[in-house]
């Protein structure tokens, strides 16, 4: 008999109820067992070691003096005879700004650092605070490097070391005139004089009718007409010692003269 049997345990069936007849979409989804998207395993980003802090530069006790500061800037601004663009505006502070044609910075200046950039946006020069001063041609080669501490070197036309010497009391004593030439073929408009005894350097901004000097310390001056990117009188070419002879009069019985020999013996 059915009596007689062991009562049987049932285990749970892991199979879900079936969805009732009466029972909608949304019920359904409800009472599924949601699923936890599997999360990534963080990776352990390695602490980059702490470099040491960089020793304080010691400036070279061989360096001159900067020339004095002006005890007051006067503003100066000029314009290009065509188009919108301020050429130059300097402040009543000392920092100045020069603008090619296309509204591109030539020079600028905050009375401590000087930069020049040449017309295609290129850096030319670097001159902080501390001293450090950097020339470079359009392509990136160094033209002069001067150090914080006192060194410096000169690299010639592909870049390399020329010259260069340990403290300010070895470098040239007369400064270094460099034209920032960005095309070679065509006339410089931004210059740079450099002294490398006292790591001082004044910028030259002339193109078109604009013709300004830039010092390192603040302030702007403007340049006579007529004078080289420097602010140089222009050197003329050397007269010419051959001299065109003027014809002699004529002898009795040769041709007849022409129009321009006659011309050149009433002169």
């Not at 800037?73 to 301020?86: D, M, N, Q, R, V």
Request: glycine share 8%.
């Amino acid at each position: 008999d059915a009596d007689d049997l062991p009562a049987l345990k049932r285990s749970p069936s892991p199979v879900q109820p079936r969805p009732r007849d009466d029972m909608t979409l949304s019920d359904a989804v409800a009472g599924l067992s949601p699923k936890k998207p599997r999360e990534k395993p963080k990776r352990r980003r390695r602490k980059k070691p702490k470099s040491p802090p960089l020793p304080p530069i010691v400036q070279d006790a061989t360096r001159t003096a900067w020339p004095p500061q002006p005890a007051k800037f006067a503003p100066y601004e000029a314009a290009y005879k065509s188009g919108k663009t301020l050429a130059v505006a300097g402040h009543a502070d000392g920092s100045v700004v020069c603008r090619w044609p296309r509204g591109g910075v030539s020079v600028a200046s905050d009375a401590k650092c000087l930069r020049c950039f040449y017309e295609t946006g290129q850096l030319a020069l670097v001159a902080d605070a501390g001293g450090a001063i950097s020339v470079t041609r359009r392509d990136g080669r160094t033209i002069l490097a001067l150090h914080a501490s006192g060194g410096g070197f000169r690299g010639d036309d592909k870049g390399s070391c020329a010259e260069a010497w340990a403290s300010a009391r070895d470098a040239p004593s007369n400064p270094l005139f460099i034209e920032l030439r960005a095309d070679p073929g065509k006339k410089a408009s931004l210059g740079v004089v450099v002294d490398a005894k006292a790591h001082y350097a004044t910028a030259f901004f002339c193109h078109k009718n604009v013709r300004v000097a830039c010092a390192q310390n603040g302030g702007v001056r403007q340049l006579p007409p007529g004078t080289d990117v420097f602010g140089r009188a222009r050197s003329l070419p050397p007269p010419s010692s051959k001299k065109k002879q003027l014809p002699l009069d004529l002898p009795p019985g040769s041709p007849a003269a022409s129009h321009a020999d006659l011309l050149a013996r009433i002169r």
